[in-house]
């Protein structure tokens, strides 16, 4: 059995020589884009993977006391997975940069099982395959009279939208289930709005804890999600039994940002882009956060854009 990943890849990479590239069981595809002669299309191909690292099913005993039953089927505990070579993945997508590379879109990759053969016929799960996200289409069709103010919003003072540039990449990145990132860019909108230019923890957090704005929008999304998605995330700067309230989560914010805002040998185990899934849960609750707070921000300036002869 071999298992192929399709991962879809974007820049200027050029390729002279012919495909594939082979190393032991391991089959590298670097396909070229017929119109642009770029690649934009990596197949890796692990070949012979053991059976006993198959995503076999199998059948699931059920619990008589239990409540709800279970899914009768479950998949081999010990398969082979994707996220056991996400990390040599983001190494070669970083080596290949110098080359022309930019980025290897994650959220429309896919995950194949292919028989070879002298196989077994078993019954296991066939693959996966990323399709584009689709829950963030949250807002009513915009009118032109909207796109107008827009535009001349955008014209009359860019200025007032300079944090919502971060929203932007945070929400960009987060599509790319690039989640390092996409935190990075969303504490870069509550440092423009809230940090008045203060930059340490102390300085960070006072400032923060003073916005009646910014306390209240916490409220409502601890409130709204009833911690799920945040208790998910809490463990990695806080007791997984502390309480959650708005100062807390204040400072678990603030100390993510310090988490991961700098690199070097000693601390890259505790983040790095080959992590990306393990930071998930925080991305979407401040993902949550700076959507509501960006929202309004956008929603008061565009209200005093000049209409019809003003």
């Known amino acids: 059995m071999k298992v192929r990943y ?6 200027v ?3 002279s020589d012919a495909q594939p590239i082979v190393l032991h069981d391991w089959h590298f595809f670097f396909q070229v884009n017929e119109h642009t002669q770029f690649v934009d299309r990596i197949i890796v191909e692990i070949q012979n993977v053991p059976e006993e690292n198959w995503p076999t099913l199998r059948t699931v005993e059920q619990d008589p006391d239990a409540k709800i039953p279970r899914f009768p089927f479950a998949v081999n505990e010990n398969a082979f997975k994707y996220n056991d070579i996400h990390d040599k993945i983001v190494a070669l997508e970083s080596i290949l940069s110098v080359f022309g590379l930019w980025a290897i879109d994650y959220s ?5 099982w292919i028989p070879q053969e002298g196989d077994n016929q078993t019954s296991l799960m ?6 584009p996200r689709d829950n963030w289409d949250n807002t009513e069709p915009v009118n032109n009279g909207l796109l107008a103010r827009c535009i001349i919003a955008a014209g009359a003072k860019p200025t007032d939208y300079v944090s919502a540039a971060h929203y932007r990449l945070g929400r960009e990145h987060f599509e790319n289930c690039r989640y390092l ?6 504490f870069f909108f509550l440092e423009y709005e809230y940090g008045e230019g203060k930059y340490s923890k102390k300085d960070i957090t006072k400032n923060f804890m003073a916005s009646e704005e910014l306390k209240q929008v916490l409220a409502e999304e601890i409130a709204r999600e009833q911690n799920a998605t945040l208790r998910r995330a809490w463990g990695k700067f806080k007791d997984a039994d502390s309480e959650v309230n708005v100062g807390a989560v204040i400072e678990y914010i603030v100390d993510l940002r310090g988490g991961i805002q700098h690199a070097n040998k000693h601390t890259h185990r505790m983040w ?3 992590r990306d899934e393990e930071f998930e849960h925080d991305a979407v609750f401040l993902m949550n956060v700076v959507g509501t707070i960006c929202h309004s921000r956008v929603s008061q300036n565009m209200a005093e854009v000049p209409t019809g002869d003003e």
């Open 6 to 11: 399709t991962l879809p890849a974007r820049g």
């Open 272 to 274: 790095h882009p080959s």
């Open 181 to 186: 990132e996409t935190i990075r860019h969303l």
């Open 108 to 112: 429309t990759m896919g995950e194949e």
């Open 126 to 131: 066939g693959g996966w395959k990323f399709g």
């Open 13 to 15: 990479l050029r390729i």
